[in-house]
């Protein structure tokens, strides 16, 4: 039985990885693992790290702000906004404590803004469809 290929896709850039023989990634079910010849399987990563080993034995540890993760034919995709990788735990650790963590934070100022303005469009909309015609 052959490795999984893994593709990486971001907005900004994909990769492909090939002879991937374990990942281990969590979705909202808990821990999960996937090896060759697995069954097709879909989910949503949650925030954080995952990790995946080559056939040389070396781990590789993903960090990701969400993600769809799909497996079929022993080719493993995952879709994402923004993606880091490293084989060391530590630095992209860090990583996601820091860069990672202030692009969240970011985007969901960002998300709170647009709910508020959404919020007193309607309020406005609505004042409007109350006044005598």
Same mark, same amino acid.
Request: hydrophobic share 35%; with cysteine.
């Given at each position: ?13 994909? *990769? ?8 281990? &990634? =969590?979705?909202?079910?808990?821990? $999960? &693992?996937?090896?060759?010849?697995r069954t097709t399987f879909m989910t949503v990563l ?5 990790? $995946?080993? =080559?056939? =040389? &034995? *070396? ?20 879709? =994402?906004?923004?993606? /880091? ?11 996601? &404590?820091?860069? /990672?963590?202030?692009? *969240?934070?970011?985007? #969901? ?8 303005? *959404? #919020?007193?469009?309607f309020r406005r909309l609505r004042s409007l469809d109350?006044?005598? #015609?």
């Open positions: 039985m052959s490795g999984i290929t893994l593709h990486l896709n971001s907005a900004v850039r994909s *990769e492909r990885i090939d002879d991937v023989v374990s990942f281990v &990634g =969590t979705d909202a079910s808990g821990s $999960f &693992g996937i090896r060759p010849g949650d925030y954080g790290l995952s990790r $995946f080993r =080559t056939g =040389t &034995g *070396e781990w590789f540890y993903l960090a990701c702000p969400g993600a769809v993760l799909a497996f079929a034919g022993n080719a493993l995709t995952i879709s =994402t906004r923004r993606y /880091l990788y490293d084989t060391d735990y530590r630095r992209i650790s860090d990583l996601l &404590g820091g860069q /990672l963590a202030e692009e *969240e934070a970011a985007l #969901q100022s960002i998300k709170d803004n647009l709910e508020k303005l *959404e #919020q007193e469009l109350r006044r005598p #015609q």
